[in-house]
């Protein structure tokens, strides 16, 4: 019973992030999106509502509307420099029209592809600190009371791990 009641949370939208005594814990399966619902294990109910925050796809509106504004960037130095899509697909090396779909949102664009596209344009992508979010800071304080200890890691990666240590 309570198996298919997950199923069910999980196609309303919801992921279970795990339990605290009798409470579980349930979060937006959407990108970005902080909202979480505790629901008695006593108790499950009816299966809640998906989340009612704001979403574009399968991200959060906020972290959506950051990528909207980053894309808006890139297309504006384009233009700025008197650049077709085309002509910013071929000096990067990007598959033809994979500038037009992303200017159209028709994909979503990962990391490296976002830094060459914006190398070609002159540009670089930098970061800059913002407040914390409460969630992280919570983990942090989490984290300090239970210091991280690299042979604890759930998941452990001998590749990465040479790639960084040597």
């Known amino acids: 019973m ?3 009641w997950i199923k069910r949370a999980q196609e309303a939208g919801w992921l279970v992030t795990g339990s605290k005594g009798l409470v579980l814990r349930l979060r937006c399966s959407k990108q ?3 909202n979480m619902v505790k629901v008695p294990v ?3 109910g009816d299966v809640p509502e998906p989340c009612p925050m704001a979403h574009t796809g399968q991200y959060a509106a906020p972290t959506f509307d950051e990528y909207r504004s980053l894309i808006g960037e890139l297309q504006r130095r384009r233009r700025s420099l008197g650049l077709s899509q085309e002509d910013v697909c071929a000096a990067s090396g990007l598959a033809d029209a994979h500038i037009n779909k992303l200017e ?3 994909r979503t ?3 490296p592809t976002l830094q060459l596209w ?3 344009l002159g540009l670089s992508i930098t970061l800059t600190t913002t407040e914390l979010p409460l969630v992280t800071a919570k983990a942090i304080e989490r984290r300090a009371s239970k210091p991280y200890a690299e042979h604890n890691a759930r998941f452990r990666n001998d590749r990465v791990k040479k790639l960084t240590h040597g």
Do not use: H, K, M, P
Request: hydrophobic share 45%.
């Open 2 to 4: 309570a198996a298919e």
């Open 32 to 34: 970005g999106c902080r």
């Open 42 to 44: 006593t108790n499950l």
């Open 104 to 106: 159209a949102f028709d």
């Open 109 to 111: 664009a990962q990391l």
């Open 118 to 120: 914006a190398q070609t």
